[in-house]
């Protein structure tokens, strides 16, 4: 992802050899995404990403870190942290652990909060069909069920309470109908949150960027083969979410096209039929999809305007096209009851 950080060769050596890896090979700065410093890291005993943290602090930071350290444990394919043998893991209970223990998976390198993950194989499929939708859809509620018992609890940082901090701030960069829109749809949300039937709806760690190029599918395989996913990465904007929202940010990206923001019906229900064979939405999340999907919609729109029109200085930084999620989100406000066919097996 983008370089906001120059990593020397030296150190980046330096820290592989402490953490027992062997010498390294090659440092090769990743292009692409724009919260992070991220480096392809290859070292004698394997291939690893090194991800510098530019927004999040170093008391944040455990939580991301040790739910994928849980989601591995559990034989889910993320990437697992590598932890740092000079720190000694704190013992007690995760939510009795103090903010600012030391956490054996946090690194520092050139001055910043760090992690060393084990780099996934594979390749992101950015033009998914059927199938791919449907192993992302199992993928997604055996990850929700494998956190249940994750004990940390951290607030997803790009919710609710963003969304209205940053919204006055992007304002002055939209036109007269981009700004009712945003307006709107805040006011909207913020209703939302305030009902109890979103207060009833299921809850615990989500992935909250699971977009096409944060999830890996194998390569390789002989031709005809059914897709296989063998990664999920990227899960620095995870948090404490409903599960809804999740998955309402995979069908906005994973069964929508790309061009027009446009529903596509039979990704989004092979995508819905394989989350439900894992775990099967009950009546309220039904009821509320259509409005989550508008909430992803949302939250991914302001963070692009903000990113596309504050950006920061990195080297090679690519801010994405904010006006991808304004369509999204206006598709979703203006035609609510495009999920209405893909649930209606799934209710039966």
Not at 122 to 144: D, V, Y
Request: glycine content about 6%.
């Amino acid at each position: 992802m983008a370089v906001f950080t120059e990593v020397e060769f030296g150190e980046a050596d330096a820290l592989v050899q402490r953490l027992g890896l062997g010498p390294l090979r090659e440092l090769r700065g990743i292009e692409g995404g724009i919260e992070n410093t991220n480096y392809f890291a290859t070292a004698e005993s394997g291939e690893f990403v090194l991800t510098l943290f530019e927004r999040l602090s170093a008391e944040q930071l455990p939580y991301y870190l040790c739910l994928m350290k849980h989601l591995a444990g559990r034989g889910l394919p993320v990437p697992e942290p590598v932890a740092d043998p000079a720190i000694q893991p704190p013992s007690g209970h995760a939510l009795t652990i103090p903010a600012n223990a030391p956490c054996e998976l946090l690194l520092k390198v050139a001055g910043k909060p760090a992690a060393l993950v084990q780099r996934l194989s594979g390749r992101s499929e950015l033009a998914p069909g059927t199938a791919h939708c449907t192993e992302l859809g199992a993928m997604l509620a055996r990850m929700h069920l494998a956190a249940r018992d994750f004990p940390r609890i951290q607030p997803n940082l790009r919710g609710l309470a963003w969304w209205n901090d940053t919204v006055p701030v992007v304002l002055p960069y939209a036109d007269e109908s981009q700004a009712a829109l945003l307006r709107a749809e805040l006011a909207y949300q913020n209703h939302i949150a305030e009902s109890s039937a979103y207060a009833a709806l299921p809850r615990g760690p989500v992935h909250a960027d699971m977009f096409r190029d944060n999830v890996m599918f194998a390569t390789g395989e002989h031709a005809g083969a059914a897709p296989r996913l063998t990664g999920v990465f990227d899960f620095y904007f995870a948090g404490t979410d409903t599960w809804l929202f999740d998955l309402a940010v995979c069908l906005n990206d994973w069964a929508i096209d790309l061009s027009t923001g446009e529903h596509d019906a039979e990704r989004a229900d092979a995508l819905l039929a394989a989350y439900e064979t894992v775990r099967p939405l009950n009546a309220a999340e039904r009821a509320l999809l259509p409005a989550m999907l508008r909430a992803a919609a949302l939250r991914f729109w302001i963070s692009r305007l903000w990113d596309f029109h504050l950006p920061r200085e990195a080297s090679m930084l690519k801010p994405h096209d904010p006006a991808h999620f304004e369509r999204v989100l206006r598709e979703r406000v203006y035609h609510p009851h495009v999920m209405a066919q893909s649930l209606e097996p799934l209710a039966a």
